[in-house]
C-alpha cells in the first residue's frame, strides 16, 4: 500500500514536470485570421515632414509551422532571384524596389499628412516594402525598407507596426543657369596679310583707270 502511494505521487510529481516544461516552452503563434496596419511617422529633428507619398508592396505571404512563422515571396515576386530567409541581408529592400520598378508592379499608394504620419489598415499579414517614389519638398526620399505585419517583440506579435524611417534633408542644388551673351565662333587663324595687299592693288586699280582716263581726254582733243 505504502508503495503504491510513493508510485502515486512520483507519477504526479513526473506529470507535473512535464506540464511545466511545457508551459515553459509554450509560444503565442500568429493569428492568420486577423489583419495588421502599418503607421509611418515622418520626422526630422523633431519636426513633422509633411508631404509626399509611400508605396507599399506585399513581398512575402505569412508560412506557419509549429508556432513559428516565415515568410514565402509572393506571385509578384517571384521572378526576383532573392530569399527571404534573411531579412537583414544588405540591400534586400533595395534590390526588392528596383524589381518593383523594373517590373512596373503597383502597390499600395498612401498620402503622408500634415502631421508627418500616414496609416495603411487593414493589410493582410506579410512582410511588406515600403518605398517612397514622391518625397516631401526639400527632402531626400527615404530609403525603401521591410516591415512584417504582425512584428514579434517580447514573445509576443503586434498586428499595429510602426515605423520611424530615416529623413534626410534635400542636399542637391541645381547649378546655375549661364547668363547669355554673343555666341563666339571658333577660329583657327586670323589672315591679316591680305588687307594690306587688297589695299594696294585696288589703289593701283584706281590709278590706272585714271590714267586711262586722262589719256582718252587728250586723244580726244
Not at 14 to 35: I, K, N, Q
Not at 129 to 135: G, M, N
Not at 159 to 177: F, G, H, I
Request: with cysteine; glycine share 10%.
Amino acid at each position: 500500500m505504502q508503495i503504491q502511494k510513493r508510485l502515486s505521487v512520483l507519477l504526479l510529481s513526473l506529470l507535473l514536470w512535464c506540464f511545466m516544461g511545457a508551459a515553459a516552452y509554450a509560444h503565442e503563434v500568429p493569428d492568420t485570421s486577423r489583419t495588421g496596419s502599418i503607421s509611418v511617422a515622418m520626422t526630422y529633428n523633431g519636426t513633422a515632414v509633411s508631404g509626399g507619398s509611400l508605396s507599399l508592396y506585399q513581398v512575402g505571404t505569412v508560412a506557419e509551422d509549429d508556432g513559428n512563422y516565415s515568410f514565402s515571396l509572393t506571385g509578384d515576386f517571384a521572378g526576383c532571384g532573392k530569399s527571404l530567409d534573411n531579412l537583414e541581408s544588405p540591400g534586400l529592400a533595395e534590390n526588392l524596389a528596383e524589381y518593383a520598378s523594373a517590373k512596373k508592379l503597383e502597390g499600395k499608394t498612401v498620402k503622408l499628412g500634415a502631421d508627418g504620419t500616414v496609416t495603411a489598415k487593414k493589410l493582410t499579414l506579410g512582410l511588406y516594402l515600403v518605398v517612397q517614389k514622391e518625397a516631401a519638398p526639400g527632402y531626400e526620399a527615404v530609403a525603401p525598407f521591410l516591415i512584417s505585419v504582425p512584428m514579434e517583440e517580447n514573445g509576443a506579435y503586434i498586428y499595429d507596426v510602426n515605423a520611424a524611417p530615416k529623413v534626410s534633408v534635400l542636399t542637391k542644388t541645381k547649378p546655375e543657369p549661364t547668363k547669355p551673351g554673343n555666341p563666339k565662333l571658333p577660329q583657327t587663324g586670323q589672315l591679316n596679310w591680305p588687307v594690306p595687299v587688297m589695299a594696294a592693288l585696288g589703289m593701283c586699280l584706281f590709278a590706272a583707270g585714271w590714267t586711262m582716263r586722262s589719256k582718252g581726254k587728250e586723244d580726244d582733243a
